[in-house]
């Protein structure tokens, strides 16, 4: 069950300020396609306020999957821009899909979004230190970026027009200094 838990955890995204998962992974749990899981959402959209689900925007699902290396082949390459669902989505998810595989990996989320809940409240200044973290990477990537892309700049120079070698001695077409004995 503990391992159960961890590989929940590596699932949960914190976007727009909420612990969310999404929705190809809450169907990968249950097993049932993305779309039949979103179906089954539509079909039930009143019980799915804003605050229990919510679609990304482009640049949302573009950092997600670029910040935690998110492969667009692993989430079936997608047409539209995933759902996430809050720990109430979640909850809610359990009253429409309601087959025991469900039910069961419904009670293994809820422990998991405890387990965080918990722990978040054991360290109170956690998420500012997370938050700085956060930013104080991103500053180091942007400053980085910036090297690296003038080093690659750099370098493309040099291929495209290259400093001429210098000769060492003497070449075939210099000549040899005369000497006029007097």
């Known amino acids: 069950m503990k391992k159960d838990l961890q590989s929940i955890k590596s699932l949960i995204y914190e976007i727009r300020e909420n612990k969310v998962m999404l929705d190809s992974d809450l169907a ?9 899981l979103n179906k089954a959402v539509k079909r039930n959209i009143k019980r799915f306020p804003g605050d229990f689900m919510f679609q990304l925007t482009k640049e949302e699902w573009e950092n997600l999957t670029f910040q935690n290396g998110i492969s667009s082949k692993q989430h079936g390459g997608r047409r539209s821009l995933p759902y996430v669902f809050t720990e109430q989505g979640i909850a809610m998810l359990a009253a429409i899909l309601n087959s025991q595989k469900a039910i069961d990996v419904n009670i ?15 360290k109170p200044d ?16 942007e400053k980085n970026d910036k090297r690296v892309n003038d080093i690659i700049i750099a370098l493309n120079n040099l291929i495209e027009h290259p400093k001429p070698a210098k000769t060492i001695g003497f070449t075939a077409k210099e000549k040899s200094p005369k000497y006029s004995t007097g």
């Open 28 to 36: 990968a749990l249950y097993e049932v396609e993305t779309f039949n």
């Open 108 to 122: 293994s989320i809820m422990r998991t979004f405890v387990q965080l809940r918990h722990y978040a409240l054991s």
């Open 126 to 141: 956690a998420d500012i230190q997370i938050a700085e973290l956060r930013k104080l990477l991103m500053l180091y990537i």
